[in-house]
């Protein structure tokens, strides 16, 4: 008869750590708030973070590794996963050996990390266990060195606590009152002061879009967003939160002392030998403010038609599209997926001296000559529609409404296609004919739309290969081939690579992003079945009869011509790989039967 092994609370007695009285008030207050007993145990008190570690691995049969231990981990193992993975998912590497790599983890019921590590990383996996807090120590201190700019502000910051309890600030330079002259440096600076500016600048060196500043009860996690994926850099001490988002919120503008509502404002600075607008969002949460820097840079907007990733014949109908005169063309896509790039790229095609460009937008992002360009400012009651209206007066041939966002909107948008006018918008939609469905259900005719509507483009960014590191794949993973939609004889005359890591792309095997793209052209029986309110399986069924490329073809094409990955096209479009593989395996059962 198999021992029955003992659980979490039952070992900790076992071995003495703890009381009937003390796991009878962890098993209460773990009920109540829906946490594991673990995590209560140590939040109480009660025992250590490696004690339940130790217990975790005694109730699962795993070996236990204590980091204190010196030797413990090969230093040379450290590149057997990338930085990402370890930073995100708190893993380290211990050793690799025929074919299957040994991890360390800090939960063993998460088995969603590991069927997501065996997927990234194309191999077996063994685990060990160790404590969660002692594996977040030696990944900071691992990846120290890599973040010695920011650290090296961040050791000279001397900022006195005294801050956090609600002292004397100047907040033109943010120095304690008690002792101004110790809290700047030789130039006259405060150290908050140099260490916010060395944030920004690593963060626009970096081609950083956004800045993200957290707080947390112990810690303020800074994170900037590379190529569309969050990357933590390290953790600022949590004295310095009050001074370091002070400082932010002076330089764009908004009231240093209001802290309950949300804010919004703006810095425009100097890096390097170029001139950076943020925009900065400011939002109460548990733990104090959070900021967003979003880093707007004029040239990403001018990208150009050609360089958005378009294939030559999506390109070609595009730019005719582009150059009727009347009717509404729009781009979908969830948020951050270069919409707004897209229809910057479209202007600055057709801004020419011969034709008048309005746009209504929320906020004015980039600023284009030869544009009239208006900020919506709802609390002076400036909103779309009436500046919509308002546009119409003053005779363009081009409209760019920021976004569709409810039925007023888009009743004036339509309205303005009809009487002669080209209109550009976005709408967040999974796809493109889903924007046919959407603005019916906002409430607008189906006569209208199916008359008024000439295109509809769907787009994602997918992360390029870095050209400095790619290595050709040559076992791709079959269950990515499947959600990519690629069969075995696809790449028999192709390369596919993948992602590898180095210097130039910070370890992550990508460089830069482009689209993957499905253009829906409008024709007469696309229009009828519109006018019909068929549903959409019908709308896209037909649109691809008639040629539209949905995204994941796009994206199989781009991965043929060795420009991204399997694993990037699977995580941006997945679920349509999933329902055509689905699909596919259904068609070749029933014809097997």
């Known amino acids: 008869m198999a021992r029955r092994r003992r659980k979490l609370g039952e070992q900790l007695k076992h071995w003495g750590l703890l009381k009937d009285r003390q796991l009878d008030e962890a098993l209460k207050v773990s009920k109540g708030k829906g946490s594991r007993l673990g995590e209560t145990l140590v939040e109480l008190g009660h025992v250590s973070d490696g004690d339940v570690a130790k217990a975790l691995a005694a109730q699962f049969e795993m070996d236990y590794v204590d980091?204190?231990?010196?030797?413990?981990?090969n230093p040379e193992n450290q590149s057997l996963l990338p930085e990402d993975l370890i930073k995100k998912y708190l893993v380290l590497p211990l050793e690799q050996a025929n074919g299957r790599l040994r991890i360390l983890i800090h939960d063993p019921m998460d088995l969603e990390l590991l069927d997501n590590l065996r997927f990234r990383l194309n191999c077996e996996i063994d685990t060990a266990l160790g404590s969660r807090t002692k594996i977040q120590q030696y990944i900071d201190r691992m990846f120290s060195e890599t973040q010695s700019s920011i650290d090296q502000e961040i050791r000279e910051l001397s900022i006195d606590t005294s801050i956090d309890r609600g002292q004397s600030l100047d907040v033109r330079g943010l120095t304690i009152d008690q002792d101004a002259d110790a809290e700047t440096d030789e130039?006259?600076?405060?150290?908050?002061?140099?260490?916010?500016?060395?944030?920004i600048t690593e963060a626009v060196m970096n081609r950083a879009s956004d800045i993200h500043i957290e707080p947390f009860a112990d810690r303020v996690r800074l994170r900037y967003r590379i190529d569309g994926v969050c990357q933590e850099r390290q953790k600022i001490p949590k004295r310095t939160q009050s001074a370091l988002l002070a400082r932010l919120k002076i330089l764009a503008g908004m009231r240093v002392e209001e802290k309950r509502t949300t804010q919004d404002g703006r810095i425009k600075m100097q890096v390097g030998d170029e001139v950076i607008d943020f925009r900065v969002s400011c939002l109460p949460s548990y733990h104090g403010e959070t900021i967003v820097l979003r880093i707007?840079?004029?040239?990403?907007?001018?990208?150009?038609?050609?360089?958005?990733?378009?294939?030559?014949?999506?390109?070609?109908?595009?730019?005719?599209?582009?150059?009727?005169p009347n009717g509404i063309f729009l781009v979908t896509g969830p948020t951050g997926s270069g919409k707004t790039t897209t229809l910057y790229s479209a202007l600055d095609v057709l801004n020419r001296p011969d034709r008048k460009i309005i746009t209504a937008e929320d906020p004015v992002e980039y600023n284009f000559k030869?544009?009239?360009?208006?900020?919506?400012?709802?609390a002076i009651d400036l909103t779309f529609p009436k500046i919509l209206r308002a546009m119409l007066r003053q005779a363009p041939n081009i409209i760019l409404v920021g976004e569709i966002r409810d039925l007023e909107v888009a009743t004036v948008a339509i309205q303005a296609s009809l009487t002669g006018h080209l209109v550009f918008s976005t709408l967040h939609t999974?796809?493109?004919?889903?924007?046919?469905?959407?603005?019916?259900?906002?409430?607008?005719?189906?006569?209208?739309?199916?008359?008024?509507i000439q295109a509809v483009l769907a787009q994602r960014l997918v992360r390029i290969l870095c050209e400095d590191c790619k290595e050709p794949d040559d076992a791709p993973n079959p269950r990515l081939l499947q959600l990519c939609n690629l069969q075995p004889s696809d790449l028999d005359d192709k390369t596919i690579y993948r992602a590898k890591g180095c210097s130039a792309c910070a370890g992550t095997g990508y460089r830069g992003r482009r689209g993957i793209f499905e253009l829906m052209q409008m024709n007469n029986e696309l229009r009828d079945l519109a006018f019909k309110r068929a549903p959409l399986n019908q709308l896209r069924a037909l649109a691809l009869s008639g040629g539209m490329r949905p995204l994941l073809e796009d994206g199989r094409l781009k991965i043929l011509d060795g420009e991204t990955t399997l694993e990037e096209i699977a995580r941006i479009a997945q679920v349509e790989g999933v329902i055509e593989a689905e699909e596919s395996t259904e068609a070749a059962s029933s014809e097997t039967d």
């Open 296 to 324: 707007l840079r004029p040239e990403s907007a001018r990208v150009g038609l050609v360089n958005l990733g378009m294939r030559e014949d999506t390109l070609e109908h595009f730019g005719r599209i582009i150059r009727r």
């Open 67 to 73: 980091l204190e231990q010196p030797d413990v981990i």
């Open 430 to 452: 999974n796809d493109a004919p889903s924007a046919m469905t959407r603005l019916i259900d906002m409430g607008i005719k189906p006569f209208l739309v199916a008359s008024s």
């Open 370 to 378: 030869g544009m009239n360009q208006c900020q919506v400012n709802e």
């Open 187 to 199: 130039e006259g600076q405060a150290p908050i002061i140099r260490m916010a500016n060395q944030i």
